[in-house]
């Protein structure tokens, strides 16, 4: 059982930043593949970044591409989404996600992943 904490949620105007960190409670962080999504009001959950276990392939939703930033630090078992440059339509919870399979490819269906988080709430004023 993995379990998964998002915090750095807030309330920003639009152009600012922000950065959410995802602490994770497994032994084994480096088996995991770590991912972001987020769920507007009345939207479907969607992918926004994903970061394979070692951290060497990144992938991102085309609509975040050039503007977020996944990362992560296994030494503090701590996944990261630095956001810059922020839009109205950015807003929404946004959760961290684990993927325990070993893949080749970043996968972006919710279906593949084991463990979410509860979500931090990601408001973006205009």
């Known amino acids: 059982q993995v379990q998964l904490v998002e915090s750095g949620g807030g309330l920003v105007q639009a152009g600012g930043s922000l950065r959410l960190s995802c602490a994770a409670s497994a032994r084994t962080f480096s088996n995991y593949a770590m991912a972001w999504f987020r769920q507007a009001p009345g939207k479907e959950r969607e992918f926004v970044a994903g970061i394979t276990r070692s951290g060497g392939r990144r992938g991102y939703a085309d609509s975040v591409k050039g503007r977020f930033t996944i990362s992560r630090d296994s030494a503090k078992n701590t996944v990261y989404l630095q956001m810059n440059s922020l839009k109205p339509e950015d807003t929404a919870v946004y959760y961290c996600?684990?993927?325990?399979?070993?893949?080749?490819?970043?996968?972006?269906?919710?279906?593949?992943?084991?463990?979410w988080g509860q979500g931090t709430q990601v408001t973006v004023s205009s």
């Open positions: 996600a684990a993927d325990g399979t070993l893949r080749t490819q970043i996968p972006i269906g919710i279906i593949f992943y084991d463990y």
